[in-house]
């Protein structure tokens, strides 16, 4: 599922451009990505999150997580963390932090859970609550790739009251639509793997899950945010969530 962080199709510009032709929705789950990321950082900001890291952040819009954050909490704190050389290249409207708050840019993969660690410490204080997110990322990654020991790697370095923001892609709805979708982009180099519900909650093991729990992805809090033009016009194919730790 992508979303329009990184321009109009997501937040790796090849792997999107190359879902486009394949699925006429994909312009418009990019927005409603993108509409979850701002409705659950107002939620996390409204209660009292300070701290934010974002992987996989794509080349950046307006407005971005920060600009969210900031504007109801001045003082926050936002890591931004993509792997993409073009990203880095955009990074300077990333960085534009209010004075009390911070933002800076961390070029890593998130399969090395390490590294995003080691360079998130020097911006956000580990000791305290961080809200990570995973926005139309981890449907990338397969499980042969350890996407779940990725997820709980980074978890295990989160201090209590920490959160994880998630979206997904999913075949449940669509299933030979995904199915040709995905053999196509695999013919491509893309590995796409499109998680059912259960595999997506899985992510959350050992969490509290947020109120609703798992929703489709424009269905999660929307009170939060505006609709999306669009997200009614069939089935928004993704799941999102938020969970806390205990």
């Known amino acids: 599922m992508p979303h329009d962080r990184a321009g109009p199709h997501g937040r790796h510009p090849d792997r999107h451009q190359q879902a486009a032709p394949l699925d006429p929705r994909v312009p418009v789950m990019a927005r409603v990505n993108r509409a979850f990321m701002h409705r659950a950082t107002r939620r996390l900001a409204r209660n009292g999150v300070r701290q934010f890291l974002d992987i996989g952040t794509g080349i950046p819009t307006e407005p971005n997580l920060h600009r969210i954050a900031q504007s109801l909490a001045p003082d926050a704190r936002v890591v931004y963390c993509d792997n993409d050389p073009i990203v880095l290249a955009h990074a300077g409207a990333l960085l534009r932090s209010t004075p009390e708050g911070a933002t800076e840019y961390l070029q890593a993969d998130v399969r090395d859970p390490a590294a995003i660690v080691e360079g998130a410490k020097r911006t956000l204080d580990f000791g305290r609550p961080v809200a990570l997110s995973l926005v139309a990322l981890l449907h990338f990654v ?40 995905t053999a196509k982009l695999k013919a491509a180099g893309v590995t796409l793997a499109l998680r059912s519900r259960e595999e997506f909650t899985r992510f959350f093991d050992g969490l509290e899950l947020v109120d609703p729990g798992v929703e489709i992805v424009h269905e999660w809090h929307p009170e939060l945010g505006e609709p ?10 993704g799941y999102g969530a938020m969970g806390r730790k205990g």
């Open 228 to 237: 999306v033009p669009g997200q009614d016009d069939g089935v928004i194919a």
């Open 142 to 181: 397969p499980d042969e790739d350890g996407a779940h020991e990725l997820v709980e790697r980074l978890l295990s370095e989160l201090a209590p009251g920490s959160h994880l923001v998630m979206t997904h892609a999913t075949a449940d709805f669509t299933p030979e639509e995904s199915a040709a979708a």
